[in-house]
């Protein structure tokens, strides 16, 4: 599947994920879902618990 491929290129690209093998990367894009936000939209906020992982793949974040 050509967007599998996609991703897999995408994620290789992270520098967190950088050392993983093809198919652990490929276990990675298998659960990886994509999100838009709105610009100036809070992604995250300080001092809730996570449950998530972001990436962007476009565009910039700031952390205040």
Do not use: R, W, Y
């Not at 290789?12 to 994920?17: G, Q």
Request: hydrophobic letters at 45%; aromatic letters at 4%.
């Amino acid at each position: 599947d050509s967007d599998a491929e996609e991703l897999k290129s995408l994620l290789s690209t992270v520098p967190l994920l950088k050392h993983l093998s093809s198919s652990e990367l490929a276990a990675v894009a298998e659960v990886v879902t994509a999100e838009e936000f709105d610009a100036d939209a809070a992604i995250v906020t300080e001092g809730e618990n996570g449950e998530a992982m972001f990436f962007l793949e476009e565009g910039q974040a700031a952390a205040s």
